[in-house]
Protein backbone atom coordinates (compact mmCIF):
# COMPACT_ATOMS: atom_id res chain seq x y z
CA UNK A 1 0.00 0.00 0.00
CA UNK A 2 1.33 3.54 -1.04
CA UNK A 3 1.88 5.35 2.11
CA UNK A 4 3.56 7.73 4.10
CA UNK A 5 4.52 6.21 7.74
CA UNK A 6 5.46 8.64 10.83
CA UNK A 7 6.44 7.78 13.83
CA UNK A 8 5.87 8.17 16.80
CA UNK A 9 2.12 8.77 16.54
CA UNK A 10 2.01 10.50 20.18
CA UNK A 11 4.92 11.34 21.96
CA UNK A 12 5.39 13.00 25.66
CA UNK A 13 8.50 14.70 26.14
CA UNK A 14 10.45 17.17 28.69
CA UNK A 15 11.75 20.63 27.52
CA UNK A 16 15.47 19.92 26.43
CA UNK A 17 15.58 16.62 25.30
CA UNK A 18 15.91 15.98 21.95
CA UNK A 19 13.93 13.72 19.78
CA UNK A 20 13.74 12.80 16.52
CA UNK A 21 10.01 11.97 14.56
CA UNK A 22 10.54 9.94 11.78
CA UNK A 23 8.81 9.79 8.21
CA UNK A 24 9.06 7.18 5.48
CA UNK A 25 7.53 7.01 1.91
CA UNK A 26 7.29 4.04 -0.27
CA UNK A 27 5.98 6.14 -3.39
CA UNK A 28 9.69 7.02 -4.57
CA UNK A 29 8.75 10.61 -4.38
CA UNK A 30 11.19 13.50 -4.76
CA UNK A 31 9.41 15.91 -2.96
CA UNK A 32 9.04 15.42 1.04
CA UNK A 33 8.07 17.97 3.65
CA UNK A 34 7.01 18.76 7.22
CA UNK A 35 4.06 20.64 8.42
CA UNK A 36 2.74 21.68 12.04
CA UNK A 37 -0.76 22.33 12.78
CA UNK A 38 -1.65 24.57 15.17
CA UNK A 39 -5.69 25.31 16.13
CA UNK A 40 -6.28 28.94 14.78
CA UNK A 41 -3.06 28.77 12.58
CA UNK A 42 -3.52 26.10 9.97
CA UNK A 43 -0.95 24.40 8.73
CA UNK A 44 2.25 25.44 8.17
CA UNK A 45 5.46 24.65 6.80
CA UNK A 46 8.35 23.44 8.79
CA UNK A 47 11.04 22.33 6.32
CA UNK A 48 10.88 20.69 2.61
CA UNK A 49 13.44 18.56 0.23
CA UNK A 50 13.06 18.51 -3.61
CA UNK A 51 15.75 15.71 -3.52
CA UNK A 52 17.99 13.55 -1.97
CA UNK A 53 20.68 16.58 0.24
CA UNK A 54 18.20 19.36 -1.27
CA UNK A 55 16.58 20.66 1.80
CA UNK A 56 15.06 24.21 2.43
CA UNK A 57 13.10 25.57 4.57
CA UNK A 58 9.94 26.51 5.10
CA UNK A 59 7.50 29.54 6.86
CA UNK A 60 8.44 28.12 9.87
CA UNK A 61 12.02 26.50 10.21
CA UNK A 62 13.49 27.83 13.71
CA UNK A 63 14.00 25.03 16.63
CA UNK A 64 14.01 22.18 13.93
CA UNK A 65 16.16 20.31 11.65
CA UNK A 66 15.94 17.86 8.98
CA UNK A 67 17.98 15.54 6.17
CA UNK A 68 17.65 13.54 3.42
CA UNK A 69 19.75 11.32 3.24
CA UNK A 70 17.86 9.15 1.64
CA UNK A 71 14.68 9.55 -1.07
CA UNK A 72 12.39 7.78 0.92
CA UNK A 73 13.32 9.12 4.82
CA UNK A 74 12.76 12.50 6.04
CA UNK A 75 13.16 12.70 9.99
CA UNK A 76 12.48 15.66 11.64
CA UNK A 77 15.26 16.47 14.79
CA UNK A 78 14.20 18.78 17.62
CA UNK A 79 17.35 19.24 19.49
CA UNK A 80 16.65 21.37 22.08
CA UNK A 81 12.61 20.77 22.13
CA UNK A 82 10.32 23.78 23.78
CA UNK A 83 6.99 23.97 25.06
CA UNK A 84 6.22 26.19 21.85
CA UNK A 85 6.81 23.28 19.62
CA UNK A 86 3.99 21.13 21.17
CA UNK A 87 1.64 20.72 18.12
CA UNK A 88 0.33 18.07 15.65
CA UNK A 89 3.17 17.51 13.24
CA UNK A 90 2.77 16.21 9.43
CA UNK A 91 4.62 14.44 6.86
CA UNK A 92 3.85 14.68 3.40
CA UNK A 93 5.43 13.73 0.05
CA UNK A 94 4.70 13.99 -3.72
CA UNK A 95 5.67 13.01 -7.26
CA UNK A 96 5.41 16.29 -8.83
CA UNK A 97 4.60 20.30 -8.33
CA UNK A 98 1.19 19.34 -10.15
CA UNK A 99 0.59 16.01 -8.33
CA UNK A 100 -0.60 16.95 -4.86
CA UNK A 101 1.20 15.68 -1.36
CA UNK A 102 0.44 12.08 0.67
CA UNK A 103 0.27 12.97 3.92
CA UNK A 104 1.08 10.89 7.38
CA UNK A 105 -1.46 9.91 10.46
CA UNK A 106 0.40 12.85 12.13
CA UNK A 107 2.68 13.17 15.41
CA UNK A 108 1.15 14.93 18.17
CA UNK A 109 3.68 16.11 20.30
CA UNK A 110 3.80 17.43 23.80
CA UNK A 111 6.59 19.31 25.36
CA UNK A 112 6.59 20.03 29.06
CA UNK B 1 4.01 36.04 -1.21
CA UNK B 2 1.29 33.53 -2.08
CA UNK B 3 -1.73 32.71 0.17
CA UNK B 4 -5.05 31.27 0.42
CA UNK B 5 -7.89 32.60 2.01
CA UNK B 6 -11.24 30.44 2.95
CA UNK B 7 -13.99 31.13 4.02
CA UNK B 8 -14.15 30.87 8.02
CA UNK B 9 -16.14 27.95 9.54
CA UNK B 10 -17.72 26.43 11.22
CA UNK B 11 -20.45 25.61 8.98
CA UNK B 12 -23.28 23.36 9.69
CA UNK B 13 -25.79 21.94 7.37
CA UNK B 14 -28.70 19.58 7.31
CA UNK B 15 -28.18 16.56 5.26
CA UNK B 16 -28.83 16.49 1.42
CA UNK B 17 -27.96 20.55 1.58
CA UNK B 18 -25.68 22.15 -0.62
CA UNK B 19 -22.02 22.95 0.03
CA UNK B 20 -20.01 25.53 -1.14
CA UNK B 21 -16.97 26.38 1.06
CA UNK B 22 -15.04 29.66 -0.76
CA UNK B 23 -11.50 29.60 -1.59
CA UNK B 24 -9.30 32.95 -3.25
CA UNK B 25 -5.90 33.09 -3.46
CA UNK B 26 -2.45 35.18 -4.51
CA UNK B 27 0.30 33.50 -6.50
CA UNK B 28 3.21 35.22 -8.40
CA UNK B 29 2.82 32.37 -11.16
CA UNK B 30 0.58 30.10 -12.06
CA UNK B 31 -0.26 27.55 -9.13
CA UNK B 32 -2.13 24.45 -9.20
CA UNK B 33 -4.96 24.20 -6.51
CA UNK B 34 -6.19 21.91 -4.20
CA UNK B 35 -8.51 20.70 -1.74
CA UNK B 36 -7.85 18.12 1.23
CA UNK B 37 -9.73 16.98 3.64
CA UNK B 38 -9.21 16.24 7.56
CA UNK B 39 -11.50 13.73 9.33
CA UNK B 40 -11.42 13.66 13.50
CA UNK B 41 -7.87 12.01 14.01
CA UNK B 42 -6.68 11.65 10.79
CA UNK B 43 -4.23 13.23 8.30
CA UNK B 44 -4.96 15.31 5.27
CA UNK B 45 -6.48 13.64 2.12
CA UNK B 46 -6.37 14.91 -1.24
CA UNK B 47 -9.66 15.63 -2.27
CA UNK B 48 -9.29 16.91 -5.84
CA UNK B 49 -7.25 19.27 -7.60
CA UNK B 50 -6.80 21.60 -10.90
CA UNK B 51 -3.60 22.55 -12.67
CA UNK B 52 -4.46 25.04 -14.66
CA UNK B 53 -6.95 27.77 -15.67
CA UNK B 54 -10.75 26.57 -16.51
CA UNK B 55 -9.90 23.04 -15.04
CA UNK B 56 -12.47 21.36 -12.92
CA UNK B 57 -11.44 19.21 -10.18
CA UNK B 58 -13.80 16.66 -9.01
CA UNK B 59 -14.04 13.36 -6.44
CA UNK B 60 -16.67 12.08 -4.49
CA UNK B 61 -19.42 14.37 -5.52
CA UNK B 62 -17.22 17.39 -5.03
CA UNK B 63 -16.28 19.67 -7.78
CA UNK B 64 -14.19 22.79 -7.67
CA UNK B 65 -13.44 24.96 -10.91
CA UNK B 66 -9.89 27.07 -11.08
CA UNK B 67 -11.42 30.24 -12.40
CA UNK B 68 -8.08 32.86 -12.85
CA UNK B 69 -10.19 35.68 -13.56
CA UNK B 70 -11.47 36.05 -10.19
CA UNK B 71 -8.01 33.77 -8.81
CA UNK B 72 -10.86 31.35 -6.98
CA UNK B 73 -11.60 27.83 -6.16
CA UNK B 74 -14.60 27.56 -4.33
CA UNK B 75 -15.63 23.63 -3.53
CA UNK B 76 -19.52 22.81 -4.10
CA UNK B 77 -21.24 19.80 -3.41
CA UNK B 78 -24.76 19.32 -4.66
CA UNK B 79 -26.21 17.40 -1.38
CA UNK B 80 -24.27 16.75 1.43
CA UNK B 81 -24.11 13.22 3.86
CA UNK B 82 -23.46 12.96 7.16
CA UNK B 83 -20.05 11.28 6.22
CA UNK B 84 -18.89 14.58 5.02
CA UNK B 85 -18.58 15.81 8.43
CA UNK B 86 -14.89 17.22 8.62
CA UNK B 87 -12.00 19.84 7.85
CA UNK B 88 -11.83 20.92 4.50
CA UNK B 89 -8.39 23.13 3.60
CA UNK B 90 -7.87 24.92 0.08
CA UNK B 91 -4.21 24.61 -0.80
CA UNK B 92 -2.01 26.02 -3.28
CA UNK B 93 0.96 25.03 -4.55
CA UNK B 94 3.58 26.97 -6.80
CA UNK B 95 7.04 25.63 -8.22
CA UNK B 96 8.11 29.03 -9.13
CA UNK B 97 11.88 29.74 -8.72
CA UNK B 98 13.02 26.32 -8.53
CA UNK B 99 11.08 25.39 -5.48
CA UNK B 100 8.05 23.77 -4.54
CA UNK B 101 6.17 24.89 -1.43
CA UNK B 102 2.12 24.12 -0.55
CA UNK B 103 0.24 27.22 0.95
CA UNK B 104 -2.54 26.24 2.92
CA UNK B 105 -5.98 27.84 3.97
CA UNK B 106 -6.63 27.87 7.56
CA UNK B 107 -9.39 25.43 7.14
CA UNK B 108 -13.16 25.46 7.08
CA UNK B 109 -14.91 22.83 9.30
CA UNK B 110 -18.14 21.19 8.12
CA UNK B 111 -20.47 19.75 10.59
CA UNK B 112 -23.44 18.02 8.51
CA UNK B 113 -26.62 16.95 10.67
CA UNK B 114 -29.59 13.97 9.82
Not at chain 1, 4 to 20: C, D, E, H, M, S
Not at chain 1, 32 to 47: A, C, F, H, T, V
Not at chain 2, 18 to 23: E, K, Q, V, W, Y
Request: charged residues 20%.
Amino acid sequence: EAQVTQNPRYLITVTGKKLTVTCSQNMNHEYMSWYRQDPGLGLRQIYYSMNVEVTDKGDVPEGYKVSRKEKRNFPLILESPSPNQTSLYFCASSFTENYGYTFGSGTRLTVV
Amino acid sequence: GDSVTQMEGPVTLSEEAFLTINCTYTATGYPSLFWYVQYPGEGLQLLLKATKADDKGSNKGFEATYRKETTSFHLEKGSVQVSDSAVYFCALGDSGAGSYQLTFGKGTKLSVIP
